[in-house]
């Protein structure tokens, strides 16, 4: 087969290097890719948006799959695109998609259809919007109605940290037209979960689960991010946790889609919030998440072409899907500043000695026949072991290996797996 991936980050990486895994698979090309996806498949100068070209390159190209990773152009309708053109590809469409383009839609969905989250209301007015935050209790969640990279939510523990995200939001639009409308949403108090599933309709096949880190200090300190580190399995929660989510969550939100006339097909991923009263529900994304993908898919023993080819022709119930006993944990090395302003271009030294760890890279570009760094999230260096402790050792020797000017990176992903 001939795999066209859509994207350039870590997730697309690890993506590639599990579609690479498979006999089936004969040459990958991601458009535009990166530095790293440039070492397993053959980059593409296209943009993920330039929907013409992409498909004109697939026809040209005899390419048999395509299998987009980021969420703007799902959002957008890369896959409506693609199937106007008769080629087999691998994600939601644009009706779909939007349980993650629109926050509003989805918590408006989960109301209807009394799927377990967090109370909230939405404004599209700042002024309506300012009175109702003013009367509510603290901390509060202020979060984008549209995709923002990862950084439309804000955790509000003080009431002028609380205006200012709002502002921020709708009034200085640091997330553009995706702070045009708002989600003001309740607490809620507990440990994060994000249970990744294949899905196909009303078909569920649930991913082994993982626990990202958002903040960008340890301790879960300072902004949100796209994402600091993960790890998989998670050790120190109950397997009925689990099973709970997956049923009271999951499946009746692929029901609920195709109730709506908007059936999912690809992978559904569900950012949880295990409180006291039992799993809720943060957000819904339309895709891979990342670094969850750099995780999940070292630890997939199944084909993943197999799971892929069996979802778009309406058998994903019909297909095993098994999982590692090795634990995995992704150490996300990042640029100085992020996720605010950072520089880029600065040389990477030691990819070379990261010895039998897993390196995906995120944001790297060559420039002089070097690489460098070329976005917030530089790297997802992954380790993998009989157990979380050992997976991370191997994790932080090899990160610890790794330099670039400003380097940063959190000290304490899957602590809390250790306790």
């Known amino acids: 087969m001939r795999i066209l991936v859509i994207g350039r980050g870590g997730r697309e990486h690890a993506i590639i290097w599990a579609l690479k895994r498979s006999e089936k698979v004969k040459q990958v090309y991601c458009a535009p890719g990166n530095a790293g996806t440039a070492l397993l498949a053959e980059n593409v100068a296209i943009g993920e948006f330039e929907f013409d070209q992409l498909v004109q390159f697939a026809l040209d190209n005899a390419i048999d799959l395509v299998v987009v990773g980021p969420d703007d152009p799902l959002a957008a309708g890369i896959v409506d695109a693609f199937e106007a053109a008769n080629i087999p590809v691998y994600g939601p469409r644009k009706n779909a998609a939007e349980i993650e383009g629109s926050k509003i839609f989805m918590k408006n969905l989960l109301k209807k259809y009394g799927i377990p989250t967090a109370r909230y209301e939405t404004f599209s007015d700042y002024e309506t919007a300012l009175a109702y935050l003013r009367g509510q209790p603290l901390p509060i969640v202020i979060k984008a109605d549209g995709l923002a990279a ?247 020797e090899a990160a610890n290996r790794i330099a670039f000017e400003g380097k940063m990176n959190r000290t304490d992903i899957a602590a809390k797996a250790l306790v």
């Open 150 to 396: 990862g950084k439309g939510v804000t955790v509000c523990f003080t009431r002028e940290q609380a205006e200012q995200a709002l502002a921020d939001a709708m009034v200085n639009k640091s997330f553009g037209a995706a702070g045009d409308k708002v989600v003001i949403e309740e607490y809620l108090e507990g440990q994060e979960m994000s249970i990744l599933a294949f899905v196909d309709g009303e078909t569920v096949r649930p991913m082994s689960p993982a626990q990202d880190h958002k903040p960008v200090f340890d301790g879960d300190k300072g902004p949100n991010t796209g994402g600091m580190g993960t790890y998989s399995p998670l050790p120190h929660i109950p397997q009925s946790i689990v099973d709970d989510a997956i049923e009271n969550i999951i499946k009746p939100t692929a029901r609920a889609m195709v109730a709506e006339g908007r059936p999912f097909r690809g992978v559904l991923f569900a950012g949880l919030m295990i409180t006291k009263d039992g799993p809720k529900t943060i957000e819904f994304n339309a895709r891979f998440g990342d670094p969850e993908a750099q995780v999940v898919l070292p630890r997939l023993k199944t084909d993943l072409v197999d799971i892929i080819l069996a979802s778009l022709n309406g058998r994903l119930n019909e297909i095993d899907i098994a999982w590692s006993d090795e634990a995995a944990v992704c150490v996300i090395l990042a640029s100085e500043g992020y996720p605010g302003s950072y520089a880029k271009g600065l040389p990477i030294e030691g990819l070379d000695r990261a010895g039998d760890a897993l390196v995906f890279h995120a944001g790297t570009a060559v420039k002089d026949g070097r690489i460098v760094t070329n976005g917030g999230r530089v790297l997802g260096v992954v380790g993998l072991g009989g157990d979380i402790a050992a997976a991370r050792d191997k994790a932080y």
